[in-house]
């Protein structure tokens, strides 16, 4: 009997070892919950997918700018003369009024700024004229365009907004940087906050928050710059001595972007 003991205890530890080790092998990208190294590094600061960075096959960090003129963008620079339901002027409210994010002087988010800095930034022109919310009319982000081979899916994973007083507006001093805020506290702002909407004009029943349109991508961007060894803008790179720069950094922005839709698009492709 005692020896029929020693074989069923034996027996059960064993089968607890096989167990053990069999769950300890199960791959954290599929499972990251289950047992075994799930030591991972996921962006919880800028970034509102979840996204291993183990994960991450290939990535380029690309910088967009919004015009929020365009007709395109009509829902997001809001209705009226005076634009106050736009989403510039809920960005400032959500800021000032309610202290819902922090706004940074540079892109590193090494230096907030404080709320008088903020709304000197965003009223005040170069020659000290003030302005009006209608005449900002640039929003910025950068974004990284990067393949997630656990999900096996192109994702645009949004690191920050820019806000930008344009050349115009700022005395035609040129541009001004307002402020950079994090597209994640961005994000998870307003998605509680319905009032803020992008605006449907053909059918109010369907305006969304401003985290809904984001994801489904309702804009439309040019880029200005992406990932390359000078740290230059588009605009940049052109030859000065070229009698349109412009419209050749506008091409030069196209073809970047077509690109990109010619990768997502023959990803699969054998």
Known sequence: MKNKNCFIVSFALIGFLIISDVFGQVATSVNPNASGDRRFKIDTVFSVLPIREDDILFQISVWRRIDLREKYNQPLFGSGDTKNNGIMNNIYR??????????????????????????NNFWIAANGDSIFVKQLYYLDFKEDFLFDRHHSQ?????????????????????????????????????????????????????????????????????????????????????????????????????????????????????
Do not use: C
């Not at 998870?188 to 969304?208: I, T």
């Open 94 to 119: 959500a800021i000032v009024e309610e202290n819902a994010f922090e706004v940074f002087e540079d892109e590193g988010f090494k230096k907030p700024l404080s709320i008088a800095e903020f709304q």
């Open 154 to 270: 192109i994702k645009f994973d949004i690191k920050y907004l820019e806000l930008v007083m344009p050349s115009p507006t700022n005395a035609n001093a040129g541009q001004k940087t307002i402020g950079f805020i994090r597209y994640k506290d961005f994000y998870n702002y307003f998605k509680d906050h319905p009032d803020a909407k992008w605006l449907n004009f053909q059918n109010d029943s369907k305006s969304m928050t401003y985290d809904q349109a984001f994801d489904l991508r309702l804009f439309r961007s040019v880029v200005r710059k992406y990932t390359n060894a000078d740290d230059a803008l588009i605009a940049d790179l052109v030859n000065p001595d070229h009698p349109s720069p412009e419209l050749v950094a506008f091409l030069n922005s196209l073809e970047f972007e077509y690109k990109l839709l010619d990768m997502e698009n023959s990803l699969w492709e054998w």
